[in-house]
């Protein structure tokens, strides 16, 4: 990563020597994790852009133009993106400092729909079969519906598969991030260092670890079990 400008490197692993397969430059620096789907690359950068590419380097947008999909801010969280290649269905998800998180075809890197946080947003979302969870400053942990339809106002009731603009479900008001997630609950790291649970379906507070003095978490999306440590024995 330079001063002005990012760099993505393919590396063979196999090769002790000269390991770089070849790179992509982007107009800014990088400082979150890629996403993966498939052959499919995704990358942010500090330039506001998102990046898709194959792993043969060719761009995976070709169709948007200098293949990439541009917001209005600077993309300093993660970006990520749906286990399964679905086209239509699988998205890319990513923040920018604009204050809005954007879902866009994995395939295409058209905008499948977007919400509105309000500040500006330097974390990235967590992404789960169902739900996106985000951090907003000064709200909290905000769940949001991965897929949600609009309603029309049409003398049949006739409705969009997907809202533009989707809002929130619920806001966890001392949540920080997202740990592990079961068929009911979604357990939250706090702002006093607790593990809380929450009701996905209410965002009701169900109840909350006594320990405060846990100090390094894993965030664990494909089992409910949480993994944590003390600094100290």
Same mark, same amino acid.
């Given at each position: ?59 995976? %947008? ?5 293949? &990439?999909?541009?917001?209005?801010? #600077?993309? =300093?969280?993660? $970006?990520?993106? @749906? ?86 479900? %619920? ?5 920080? &991030?997202?740990?592990?997630?079961? #068929?009911? =609950?979604?357990? $939250?790291?706090? @702002? ?42």
């Amino acid at each position: 990563m330079g001063a002005t400008g990012g760099r993505i490197d393919f590396v063979d692993v196999d090769q002790e020597i000269n390991p770089i397969v070849h790179q992509i430059l982007t107009n800014g620096p990088l400082h979150g994790v890629a996403a993966v789907q498939g052959e499919a690359i995704f990358a942010g950068s500090e330039d506001g852009s998102v990046v898709a590419f194959y792993a043969d380097d060719t761009p995976a %947008w070709s169709i948007l133009p200098e293949d &990439r999909f541009t917001t209005h801010g #600077k993309i =300093y969280g993660d $970006v990520a993106a @749906d286990k399964e290649v679905a086209a239509g269905k699988s998205g890319v998800y990513f923040t920018s400092t604009d204050g809005e998180l954007y879902c866009v075809d994995s395939i295409t890197g058209k905008l499948k729909w977007k919400y509105f946080g309000g500040t500006a947003l330097t974390t990235g979302p967590q992404v789960t079969d169902k739900y996106i969870f985000q951090f907003v400053p000064g709200q909290g942990l905000v769940a949001i519906a991965k897929h949600q339809s609009q309603a029309l106002n049409t003398s049949d009731n006739a409705e969009l598969d997907e809202a533009m603009v989707h809002a929130a479900l %619920w806001t966890a008001p001392h949540g920080r &991030r997202l740990l592990s997630i079961d #068929k009911r =609950y979604a357990y $939250v790291l706090s @702002d006093n260092n607790s593990v809380l649970a929450i009701d996905l379906g209410t965002g009701h507070q169900m109840f909350h670890s006594r320990r405060t003095d846990l100090a390094v978490y894993a965030t664990n999306l494909n089992a409910p079990t949480i993994y944590a440590a003390t600094r100290r024995d």
